[in-house]
Every structure is written in C-alpha cells, then in structure tokens.
C-alpha cells in the first residue's frame, strides 16, 4: 500500500476562539491509527465517497497522543476510527475514556478498529466502552467501512440536529426575560427574528418582518416592524426604506398575492393577522436554502406576526392617548388664549427633572404623560377672569384658585394610575415649599415630589413666554427669579438642577417655541 501517496485536498478553514474549525461542507472524519497503511487503505475506499451532499475530509493521527491534541483544537470531527494497540495495549481504549469522559464530547461516533481482538474482546468493550461500533480488521471489507461511515455520520447528523434544537429552545427560554423587557416595537420583532435563526439553524443575511394595515378611510400603509442582517435600515417605511429594490418589490407583491413565495434565494411568507392588516416575514438565504425548514417558519411567523400585531395595537391606543392629553392640556392653554407649546414643553422639563433627580424610569413616563393636565381645572374658570391682564384680587383670585381643586376631581374620578398622578399634579403644583401656597398650605416634603416638580417647571417655562398679561422675561430675569424663590417657592434642590443645567433646559424652548398670534 506504500505506493499510494493522496494528497488532502484544500478547503475553507477558520478558526473560532483558538478552536481550529474546518468548513461545514464536509463531514470530517478522524483515523487515529500507528500503521500508515491503515490511513491509505481509509482514503482509498472513501476517497468518492458523498452523504448528504457532502463529500468527507479525512484526517490522520498516528497515535493517542497525536488525536488528543487535534482533537483539543478542533471539535468539528463527526466520527473517529480508533485503533486499540498503539503506544500501549490499551492506547485506544483509554483515548475513548478521554474523549468521553475528560474532552466531553458525547456527539463524535467512535468506531474502535483492532487487529488483535485477544487484546480487546468485544463482548468487554461494548460493555465497558462508550463506543459506537467495534470492527476487527482482518473482517472490516470496502462495503462494511462504507456501511459503517454512513450509518456513524448519519447517527452524529441527528444527535446534533437535536442537540441544535435544544441549544435554541435553551435560548429562546433564556432570552424570554429579556424579550418581555423589550418595550419597543421593532427592537422585539428583530430580537425574536434572531432567535428563529438560531432555531432553524438557517445561516442567512436578511430578515424582515413587514406589516400592512388599511384603516377605515382605506388609505394602506406598510411598514417595517423587524429587521435584521444586512439589510438592517432605520426607516419604519417599507416605501422609504434604504432596503434593496428587488427585495422590497418581493415584499410588495407578496402582500399582493396574498400567498407565500420561494425560490433558491429566499422564503417569504404571508400571514393575515386580522381582517385589516397582514405581516410578511422575509427570509434571505446566504448559501443553505436545502436545510431551510419552512414548517419550522411557518409556526414562528404566525406567532410572532400575532404577537408583533397585538404589540402594534396596543403601541397605536398608547400613541392616541399621548396626543388626546396634549390636545387636551392645548385646549386649556388655547381657552386662556395661549397659543404656544407650554403644555409640551413642560412635560419634557418635568421628564428631565425627574431624571434629573435619579427617579425612576416609570416614574419619569408616568409624570410626562401626566404633567399637560395640570392646568385641567382652569375649564371651569370663566374667560373674564382667565383674559383678566391685571392682577387677580378678591372673589376672582378665590375662583381662579379653585381650578386647582376642580381639576384634581375631574381626573380623580379615573382609575388609572396616570390620572391619580395628574389629580396630584392639578391639586397640589400651586402648592410652595415654605407653606405659603394653596389650596391646603403644604410645605416641604407635604408636597408630593411630582407636584414640586411641576412648580418649578410651569414657572420657568411661564416666565419665558408671552402672556396676556406679561412679555416674556429674559433669561437673566429668569435665573434671578428662581435663584431667589429657592426654598421659598421651589424646592432649593429642583431650583439648583435648572440653574445648574441652564442652557439645557432653554433649549426645549428652541425645539418647541411658541406660536406666533
């Protein structure tokens, strides 16, 4: 056999945190055997050998001490032929005790070869041995080597078809916290493509999730709602979105085909979610679209594009909500005659001070979302008093006073919790630190930090704009003013984070200024 000299041929390698990988390409098989006839022989029956579509690249290690530092850097082998008699009697067997017990490896095929069956009888081995066949070589044929590569490469596939599958289903019950914590839409829909990735075991370069919906005006809008790979875009707009044409012009027509579509290159599937909108889920292969599993996909998809559905709506009522408090605490303003962004600006200010101040995230939502109700009261305040340009004294002072109060019971009346926080902001943000305010005379910490901060922020924005009855109050005038109701008026703390933090807080003016009358 010594005339036969093969040459390895060359493929793809990598290397992944010092572990030697070769390309998945093939199925790589390990012939750890002291006779070199032994490889030749191997090679020589295997050399045409192809099972399920991959042709197999063999390796030779002359010795358990050889195989053990191959196998310490590359753990890509899916079956190994291993010889009982090499440095020892027992070299083999204890090389399988290592692999097994030691490297931990329980998915490589061992397949024990031996030429002197005395040594090792079969009967003891199968017993005692984690090994997976056991051959001698005096019996082991061409045709018995190549029943035996694909059954043991055949047996190493479904073990790590299941052990893919149980390493992504470990993932996805890992990643179920994080994905729950998730209060972005389209952060959700791409962490959840990503995870189907790992489920399908599907190497690919694009992922889409995109959804169209017809309101009642039937104007139809499609947007992107998941992305992931390199078509990743910033753009909610499948229309304006930077994303290939072609791609975007499959997204389309399948929307208007209403049925699924693939070819070598992708899957894109259809999902009708409700009567007035539907999602498609677009996948992109990268070179391995025989292993795609379109059941697996279907199953995800239709979960998450009900998910992603449940999720849109609920972002859309949330969204509506928003607008309806801004519109009405612009109402408010509007009756008073005020036709600037007060009620949004202040908001933003009582979002940073409250930041500012280290509360917590659902503290800060909850007092932006509350703070333009503030002034809710003042809708039962009559005009006279509310376009009055002087100073209110007497009954008129009492009457614009209640609004405070009117304002808290209109929004106590409501269960939810934002509103609860907005009675407080209505009832108590005329309320001064030293006592001295109204309706029930409050000081210091009496005050719920929610209506101290909204002190602080409805003058500071108020002094900035024009009202009917002043101009509006330099920034100097402004910092003087403050500066000197610290501890009076204000919170001395809230009054430092303003000053402290000046230009910041006047930038919310340029971003939002008044409207001009």
Not at 114 to 121: F, I, L, M
Request: net charge negative; glycine share 4%; with cysteine.
């Amino acid at each position: 056999m010594s005339d036969f000299i093969f040459q390895d041929e060359e493929d793809d390698e990598v290397e992944t945190n010092g572990v030697h990988r070769k390309s998945d390409r093939f199925w790589r098989i390990l012939v750890i055997d002291d006779d070199e006839s032994v490889h030749q022989v191997t090679k020589l029956v295997l050399a045409d050998a192809e099972i399920e579509h991959r042709n197999l690249d063999i390796v030779s290690a002359f010795s358990s001490k050889e195989a053990k530092e191959i196998m310490l850097n590359d753990d890509s082998f899916c079956m190994a032929f291993v010889d009982v008699v090499m440095e020892t009697d027992h070299a083999g067997l204890e090389l399988v005790e290592w692999i097994r017990n030691d490297l931990k490896n329980q998915s490589i095929r061992l397949v024990l070869r031996t030429g002197q069956a005395g040594s090792a009888p079969e009967a003891k081995v199968i017993k005692e041995f984690d090994i997976n066949d056991y051959k001698e070589k005096t019996d082991f044929t061409a045709n018995k080597m190549i029943t035996t590569v694909y059954a043991s490469i055949r047996a190493y596939r479904d073990i790590m078809t299941i052990q893919r599958s149980l390493d992504a289903f470990k993932k996805l019950i890992e990643a179920t916290h994080d994905l729950l914590k998730i209060n972005q839409l389209k952060r959700f829909g791409s962490a959840a493509l990503n995870h189907l990735l790992s489920l399908m075991n599907v190497e690919s370069s694009a992922l889409y999730i995109a959804r169209t919906q017809t309101d009642f005006t039937h104007k139809t809008t499609s947007s992107i709602i998941a992305c992931t790979g390199k078509y990743v875009c910033e753009s909610d707009s499948l229309e304006t979105s930077d994303i290939n044409e072609q791609v975007k012009a499959r997204i389309q027509q399948v929307f208007i085909d209403k049925s699924h579509y693939r070819d070598e290159s992708c899957f894109v599937g259809f999902y009708r979610a409700s009567n007035n909108s539907a999602s498609v889920l677009y996948i992109e292969f990268e070179d391995d679209s025989e292993h795609f599993k379109a059941n697996i996909a279907e199953l995800f998809a239709t979960n998450v594009a009900l998910i992603l559905e449940s999720l849109t709506k609920q972002k859309e009522i949330e969204k509506t909500q928003k607008e309806l408090l801004f519109i009405v605490g612009e109402a408010v303003e509007a009756r008073s005659k005020e036709t600037g962004a007060h009620v949004r600006r202040v908001a933003i200010i009582c979002d940073m001070l409250a930041k500012k101040l280290g509360l917590d995230e659902a503290f800060v939502e909850a007092i932006r979302l509350a703070a333009p109700l503030h002034d809710l009261g003042k809708i039962a305040i009559p005009e006279h008093i509310l376009h009055n340009p002087g100073k209110l004294e007497g009954e008129d002072w009492e009457i614009m006073q209640s609004h405070a109060q009117i304002g808290a019971d209109i929004l106590e009346k409501s269960t939810v919790s934002i509103s609860k926080l907005a009675a407080r902001l209505a009832n108590y943000h005329h309320e001064n630190w030293d006592g001295s305010g109204y309706p029930e005379g409050l000081k210091g910490e009496q005050i719920p930090v929610e209506a101290r901060i909204m002190a602080v922020a409805d003058v500071f924005d108020a002094l900035g704009s024009k009202r009917c009855y002043k101009e509006p109050w330099s920034d100097e005038e402004i910092k003087k003013f403050l500066l000197s109701e610290r501890g009076k008026k204000f919170e001395a703390k809230l009054v430092n984070l303003i000053v402290d933090n000046f230009d910041e807080f006047l930038k919310v003016r340029m971003e939002y200024p008044d409207l001009s009358h």
